[in-house]
C-alpha cells in the first residue's frame, strides 16, 4: 500500500508505529515559504500526551516516517476512535501484557488486528 497518498496537505489521519503500538493523530502541510513539508503529530493512546513535529525540505524525514508508521484511517467513527485509538488500556495490554507465564494480554497479531480492524 503506498502510504504517502494519505500525507495530502490540509488533511488529518492516525497512524500506528509498527515497533511500539503507539497511535498518532497526524496533520501535514506544506509551507509554500520555506519549501518544506511538516507533520505534527500527537499521540493517542498513552497515558500521556507528546507531540512530535518532522519538518525537511528533502522528504528525507517522511520517508523516514512512511517506514516506521502504518496508516491506519482518515476519518474514525466515534465508537472506533475510543474502542481502539485513544484506548490506553489496549495499549497497555500489548506494551506489558505478554501472553507468557500465565500473563493476561495480548499478542502483537491481535493487537494489530484490532487497530486494523473496521474505521
Do not use: Q
Not at 26 to 46: P, Q, R
Not at 63 to 72: C, S
Not at 104 to 117: A, H, M, R, S
Amino acid at each position: 500500500m503506498n502510504s504517502s497518498k494519505h500525507l495530502r496537505e490540509g488533511t488529518y489521519t492516525y497512524w500506528v508505529n509498527k515497533k511500539s503500538g503507539t497511535i498518532h493523530h497526524v496533520s501535514a502541510e506544506y509551507s509554500k515559504y520555506w519549501k518544506n513539508f511538516k507533520l505534527t503529530m500527537s499521540t493517542c493512546n498513552l497515558p500521556y500526551e507528546r507531540m512530535y513535529f518532522t519538518r525537511g525540505s528533502d522528504m528525507s524525514a517522511i520517508d523516514r516516517f512512511l517506514k516506521n508508521y502504518e496508516f491506519i484511517c482518515e476519518n474514525p467513527t466515534n465508537k472506533f476512535f475510543v474502542d481502539v485509538l485513544a484506548n490506553k488500556k489496549l495499549k497497555s495490554e500489548f506494551s506489558w501484557g505478554l501472553k507468557t507465564k500465565g500473563r493476561l494480554g495480548i499478542t502483537k497479531d491481535e493487537f494489530f488486528n484490532k487497530v486494523k480492524g473496521e474505521a
